[in-house]
């Protein structure tokens, strides 16, 4: 039975692209309401393979996840989707629309919860714009709100990406290598901005990166992945050098 301070349940998760290869193997993780937790390990041991299968951008193989109480891996399509405004994601790549504003795509956070005749003629209600207005001014880019996407620096794309995240109101937001397309400082400005917002707003935060001092600096828990399963669950503290070298391997890259 999950725990009332459980916002997400994951058990004997498992997903392969292929048969005989698993990419995720067991995996069995509880997050609880209002923490940030990161996700750390070597390229291919199934970090964004995890990310993506809570929200089922990828389809598990086998196993469960539990959101707010409701198993999302039977869930239905329109189910599915309703559920998923509770989700937020913040990706890579910032997944923009370039050709539209940056108003507009934060805006877009909010297409779970209008019809698709509003969705197509991009149709909000009042107090979603006065929303947006808000949030542009936490990410600091009130002054662009009618800029153009394709216009704006990669940390500025990020921001947007934040606020369209964060106007889906979620109680879980998923981060997948946020910071990885940046420059060390905007690495940590984002990163701020990211705990600080879901800290203010009580969101859960799930973020999946590879700069391991950003992710003992900013979370509250580390999970540590290698070969596709979790080999370390715990406080930033207790992520010593010996517990690097079991995740990555060896002990060249820490010299």
């Known amino acids: 039975m999950t725990s009332p301070d459980t916002v997400l349940s994951i058990r004997h998760l498992s997903k392969s692209y292929s048969a005989g290869h698993p990419v995720l193997s067991d995996v069995s993780l509880q997050f ?27 389809e ?35 997944n923009l629309v370039e050709r539209l504003t940056v108003m507009e795509n934060v805006l877009c956070g909010r297409l779970g919860y209008v019809s698709a ?34 216009s704006l620096s990669g940390g500025q794309r990020q921001r947007v990406g934040i606020a369209r995240a964060v ?5 879980l937001l998923l981060a997948d290598e946020p910071t990885s397309s940046l420059d060390p400082k905007t690495s940590v400005e984002i990163m701020q ?10 969101i859960s935060v799930i973020v999946n990166m590879h700069d391991v001092e950003l992710a003992k600096r900013f979370a509250d828990r580390i999970v540590g992945m290698a070969g596709g399963g979790i ?11 010996e517990v690097l070298k079991q ?9």
Do not use: H
């Open 167 to 171: 106007m889906q109101q979620p109680s």
């Open 32 to 58: 609880m309401v209002r923490t940030i937790t990161a996700v750390i390990g070597p390229s291919g041991t199934g970090k964004s393979t995890l990310i993506r299968c809570i929200n089922r951008l990828v």
């Open 60 to 94: 598990p193989t086998s196993g469960s996840i539990v959101f707010e109480g409701r198993e999302l891996v039977r869930l239905p399509r329109p189910a599915l989707r309703e559920a998923r405004r509770r989700i937020g994601m913040v990706f890579q790549e910032y």
């Open 231 to 241: 080999v370390f669950d715990a406080t930033p503290s207790r992520l010593t050098d």
């Open 193 to 202: 901005l990211l705990t600080d917002i879901a800290r203010e707003r009580g």
């Open 117 to 150: 005749w509003k969705a197509w003629r991009r149709k909000f209600a009042p107090e979603d714009i006065a929303l947006a207005f808000d949030l542009l001014g936490v990410v600091g880019l009130a002054r662009l709100a009618d800029a153009r996407a394709d």
């Open 247 to 255: 995740i990555y391997g060896g002990e060249d890259w820490l010299l």
